[in-house]
């Protein structure tokens, strides 16, 4: 089972990839054999790059990029770290206050995640950033509460239908659906004076009633907090279009507010608990069926009030330095063609699936064909691999670089191939531009489901596909966005499960990957060598 399984992130490059003398067959057996590698070593990779917090900016995240620098350097590799310095954001203080209709006392909102019995990471619990939007806008704000289900546009449209007027109001939010900044933005067009997004138990804690969190379950516990950028532009929002190099020129804060992708109005993410005791508060005209929450939930009601929250919050934005580490392994028929590996590096809390789940893919990749050059084995083009930093505040790092090297990308560059939550769980997900759905489809079927070792990935993926297999690369979702939209770069998307309930938060961490998103590392494993005959 472990060498079957042992086979999807890799079968998508060989087509890019193999220049040698004996033939490509032989290449590919190796590469999937257990003698190159093990389960263990793609484990290691995870549990070290996860044993600590590592925000965008911080030193926590340095160390992990010296640590990424330090295994590609291993594997004669030659690497080095590509800097920029970039506007990032960060919370000085925040408060939330709800005063509800009498005799009911006030509450005052602690707004932490707690820590679970048992816990291994509970010595560096104190590194985990309090939670917060980053570039969230600074201020105080205070109003009934109204309740806007998923925050949507056709959200506000039905509560107009309701005859419910949202101006004044502080808004409540449930996650999903749409994107986050996405839902600051259509509150402030709203009229809204504030926002308040919160972890719906229907979504994302099991469906509420009796269902079980982790660690004892996969769900979201009831105090976790989702958190993330509420930016919605690219890249440094000081630079947009160039490099954010040293002293190189910046918008003004006035200049990038103008912009538009920076909110307007102040935001918090809170968590399950909170959100309910806040729902708690709203009377008014019953909510829609398809806004009530999960089994056993209170009736959801729009409002605005009785409630009132007071929301308070400080930012700071300061000029950070990041690091995205780059290695090289040059081509020897074609090495002025460039087949591009990536993915991210910094994490909101411990980033076990997001997204170091796909770090330690990249490394697990670096290492094999590192090992397939002592046998005589040469790629056809030259590979770049990219471990990309501040992705998490608005796809920072790779936009940055490609910004700065957007000439030889789009006359060089032939693929580039992205791997960002790898893995969550069970069943292959893929999204592609036109140019390599045939290719993906190919590497899949060379490679054993991780999960069924009676058939191929391709198999068990064309057998739950309800609507076309490979998706298409829209938004910004992660780094490929800046080598699509920008340069025009062919590219993949790809990950084992879809979605998983402690995004972004901090039981994201290595105990809930191996007890819930892969026990035995199968569909880490799985996952690379689909990446390597792509």
Known sequence: MLKAATTTFIAIVTSFLFFSSPPKSFYHSLFISDSLADNASISQHLYILTRRPHVAGTQANAEAAAYVLSILTSYNIGSHIASYDVLLSYPVSRSLTLTRPPPNPPITFDLRQEIYDGDPYADVADEVMPTFHAYAKSGTVSGPVLYVNYGRVEDYMTLKEMGVNVTNNVVLARYGQIYRGDIVSNAYEAGATGVIIYTDRKDYGGGGGDAKWFPDDKW?????????????GPGDPTTPGWPSRGACERLSDKEVVKGGDVPL??????????GEAILGSIAGQIANDDWQGGKDAPVYRVGPGPGIVNLSYTGKEVISTIQNVIGVIEGAEEPDRFVILGNHRDAWTFGAVDPNSGTAALLEIAQRLQKLQKKGWKPRRTIVFCNWD??????VGSTEWVEENREILASRAVAYLNVDCAVTGAGFHASATPQLDELIKQATQQVQDPDNSSQTIFDSWAASS?????????GGGSDYASFVQHVGVPAADMSFGKGYPVYHSMYDDFIWMKKFGDPMFHRHVAGLFSYYFI
């Open 220 to 232: 979201m516990p009831p105090s976790g907090v989702q958190v993330g950028s509420v930016f919605t």
């Open 466 to 474: 309800n609507g076309p297999m490979i998706g298409r690369l829209g």
């Open 390 to 395: 501040a992705e998490e505040y608005g796809l």
């Open 265 to 274: 109005i102040p935001s918090l993410p809170v968590s399950a608990a909170d």
